[in-house]
């Protein structure tokens, strides 16, 4: 005799909003297993002298919900196995925030038990009439015991369902703060549709102090709709970009191409570092800001061309992390940040041989600094030998170097003082130096110390032609 499980929905409120036939199948059947008896139509049953066999006491014996929904599926299949046919309720619709019956459904086949839904009314029919709003404008049903912000569409329509009680409440009011205000306005329902109904709205930083928290309770965010609340999606900028770019946009924007925008990206990098080495971390943040405008910038312009558009740049930068990265995300080992590097190169040098470069040197970009485009050349020169073994060699060259500048006339003093500057690079690579950002801290110390000068001077009302070198030299030792 074949084995089965009935699984039935109670729907969302009392008897009167059970539907006929699930009635008539409770009624029918000496045995009935309940998730929980804390339900109005469950209630009602019981107290016409209906039992029920629950499983409330499995959610006291864990602390994460993950083993209750197996324990009760398990459950349920070892009385299926002795009683051939099992009844199980569950409150709303069966196929809706019941992931122990999904469990059920997917394992039905391994344990030759057949599994059918019967049906039941969801209370997602009753939410939307208690709270007069459409599905159809984009809705989002989220489970609260697993809420992760990256899911959230703060456009749409949110019911979080499973909002059983304060320290739920708490978790999903803290995941919902990182998408919207604090004082935004969120509507707790309990019992949608039944004569207990209760939709009590309050500010979002209220959401785990009320008291109407439950089993039956959600929660229902309306939907975003003042622009300045948009200000942190990235696709509500994207659109920004395009407008800009699009017809009745900006003319500035609109004439710009990859050639002319050059220079502004080149532009904002410098002054990302600026921020990062004033450590302002606000003006870090909006620098950040102009940089990705570029890149978005870049990313319209390639859309609008035909080429390719933000998602392209996105995807193809996810494959690459990915595929780099077989430490974090597949089975390749890495102990240290050394091992790391080792891999990532091994990885780069994969991907050189297909794009068939000439040269070991190719990848350097054309446009960068002459000082971290010998760093990278000599970097890269050293992994396949091309280097000293000591820092005794690296020291001599200079010398010959300077040597050699100091005889130089003429143009050639540029080409010497070129080969001068390289052997120094060289020095600073070897002791894992970088040299632009030694020669940035060198700039940043002379900029105080000078503006030290300054400021002396116009203190006592002078100026550069009122002192001499050695009275300047006074004061640089002062601020040193």
């Not at 057949?114 to 009314?121: H, L, P, S, Y």
């Not at 969120?186 to 309050?202: F, N, P």
Request: charged share 30%; hydrophobic share 40%.
């Amino acid at each position: 005799m074949t084995k089965k499980i009935t699984i039935i929905g109670l729907g969302a409120g009392d008897l009167d909003q059970m539907t006929l036939g699930i009635y008539r199948m409770l009624e029918s059947s000496e045995k009935v297993y309940v998730r929980t008896i804390h339900h109005p139509a469950v209630e009602d049953l019981m107290k016409q002298g209906k039992t029920f066999i629950a499983f409330d006491e499995i959610y006291e014996k864990h602390d994460q919900f993950e083993p209750v929904y197996e324990e009760i599926a398990e459950t349920l299949f070892k009385a299926a196995e002795a009683e051939n046919h099992v009844i199980y309720a569950v409150p709303g619709h069966p196929l809706v925030a019941e992931q122990a019956v999904q469990i059920l459904l997917h394992q039905a086949q391994s344990k030759e038990v057949e599994v059918t839904v019967a049906g039941g009314k969801s209370f997602l029919d009753e939410m939307y009439t208690a709270l007069k709003i459409d599905p159809i404008e984009g809705c989002q049903i989220l489970d609260g015991t697993s809420l992760k912000k990256d899911e959230i569409q703060i456009r749409h329509h949110l019911v979080i369902v499973q909002v059983y009680d304060s320290f739920i409440a708490s978790e999903v009011k803290l995941t919902l703060m990182e998408k919207y205000p604090d004082d935004y306005e969120v509507v707790v329902v309990t019992a949608a549709g039944s004569s207990d109904e209760s939709i009590k709205r309050v500010p979002l930083y209220e959401l785990d102090q009320t008291v109407t928290l439950n089993n039956l309770t959600a929660v229902y965010v309306p939907p975003v709709k003042e622009d300045e609340l948009l200000y942190r999606d990235f696709s509500f900028l994207k659109n920004v970009i395009a407008r800009l770019r699009g017809p009745g946009g900006c003319p500035w924007d609109q004439k710009q191409t990859h050639v002319t925008l050059k220079k502004y990206l080149i532009e904002e990098a410098y002054e990302v570092l600026d921020a990062i080495d004033e450590e302002d971390d606000e003006a870090l943040a909006e620098e950040l800001g102009d940089v990705l405008l570029q890149v978005l910038l870049h990313a319209q312009i390639g859309e609008d061309e035909g080429f390719f558009a933000i998602e392209d740049v996105i995807a193809v930068l996810t494959e690459k992390m990915i595929r780099r990265h077989p430490h974090v995300f597949s089975d390749v080992s890495a102990e240290n940040a050394d091992e790391v590097v080792a891999n990532w190169d091994a990885i780069k040098a994969q991907e050189a041989g297909k794009e068939d470069r000439e040269s070991l040197l190719d990848g350097v970009p054309k446009g960068i600094p002459g000082i971290q485009k010998a760093f990278l050349y000599q970097k890269k020169a050293a992994k396949v030998g091309f280097d000293w073994k000591e820092a005794g060699p690296v020291y001599d060259k200079i010398l010959e170097e300077l040597k050699e500048f100091q005889e130089a006339e003429g143009d050639e003093q540029q080409k010497e003082l070129g080969d001068l500057l390289f052997s120094v690079v060289n020095l600073a690579r070897f002791y894992k130096i970088d040299p632009e950002e030694a020669l940035n801290e060198t700039n940043r110390k002379f900029r105080k110390r000078f503006s030290y000068i300054e400021h002396a001077l116009k203190e006592q009302s002078l100026s550069f032609d009122d002192v001499t070198l050695e009275e300047m030299d006074r004061l640089w030792n002062e601020a040193k």
